[in-house]
């Protein structure tokens, strides 16, 4: 008895799993992906990983491009530039990077996964302070007074490179108390009251209008960042990859752009 149950359940295991691949495989086909199933439901998706200074610009330009792609979503992935161009080198899914700095576009364009970057605008540095000014910082040399406490961007990130290069160009050394990996996590540094200053992009300090005060410094022309966008070349969304970068390029991705702070190329 014991015997013929175990035989029935051999024969079902196997017929099982014959009904489940066919019914994956369809009538000899391969089994769909989630891209295909995706685009057989109508839905397409865009991933872009952008510079965490574009979170305001790009998340408006995102939900431009939805009104004018029905069915189509726009997925963001906003950090440091540097973190991003690894995360693609590594293999992570994307059809669109947009870098604070061409060395961090370089690292994906010298794997061979992106060609012919462009340069859409610039972004240079700017003081931002709490809206009190409690350390009275007015200029770039204030930074270098060891009571007040400072926060930069990481070196290794584009708002931390740009750092250096001005106050090089200035001939100071400033001692941060913090090191943060991305502009908007050093920018928050001030706004929470953690620091009396920080050195963050023109558009961030813009972006908290109200919660903090920026103070403009001669310097920080000697460091401006080019932003450069490009299709992956492995890009899942290849077509809609390259019309969304068409419209950070358009007319309408500029208005959008210079109304934050940044800069024309």
């Known amino acids: 008895m014991v015997f013929r149950r175990l035989s ?97 576009m370089k690292t994906v364009t010298d794997a061979s996964l992106a060609s012919g970057p462009t340069t859409f605008v610039r972004n240079k540095l700017e003081i931002a302070a709490p809206k009190d000014n409690p350390a009275k910082v007015d200029e770039l040399k204030d930074l270098t007074d060891p009571k007040v406490k400072v926060a930069l961007c990481a070196e290794q990130v584009p708002c931390g490179a740009a750092a250096v290069k001005a106050l090089d160009a200035a001939g100071l050394k400033v001692t941060p108390v913090t090191l943060e990996q991305d502009v908007k ?45 490009a299709t992956l070349s492995k890009a899942p969304a290849g077509d809609l990859a390259e019309q969304f970068v068409d419209l950070v390029l358009s007319q309408q991705g500029k208005d959008v752009l210079t109304k934050a702070g940044f800069e024309t190329p």
């Open 8 to 104: 029935r359940w051999a024969v079902a295991v196997p017929v099982a799993l014959v009904i489940a691949g066919l019914s994956g495989c369809g009538s000899g086909e391969p089994a769909t992906s989630s891209a295909s199933t995706s685009a057989a439901t109508g839905t397409k998706e865009v991933d872009v990983f952008a510079a965490a200074s574009l979170t305001g610009t790009f998340t408006e330009l995102g939900k431009a491009f939805e009104a004018a792609h029905p069915g189509a979503t726009v997925k963001f992935n906003f950090g440091s530039s540097a973190t991003l161009a690894q995360q693609i080198v590594q293999g992570a899914p994307a059809d669109v990077f947009a870098a604070a700095s061409p060395a961090t």
């Open 185 to 229: 996590a050093t920018l928050t540094k001030v706004e929470l009251g953690e620091v009396d200053a920080a050195l963050v992009y023109t558009t961030d300090v813009i972006a908290a209008a109200g919660k903090v005060q920026g103070i403009a410094f001669p310097e920080a022309d000697k460091a401006i960042n080019d932003y450069p966008i």
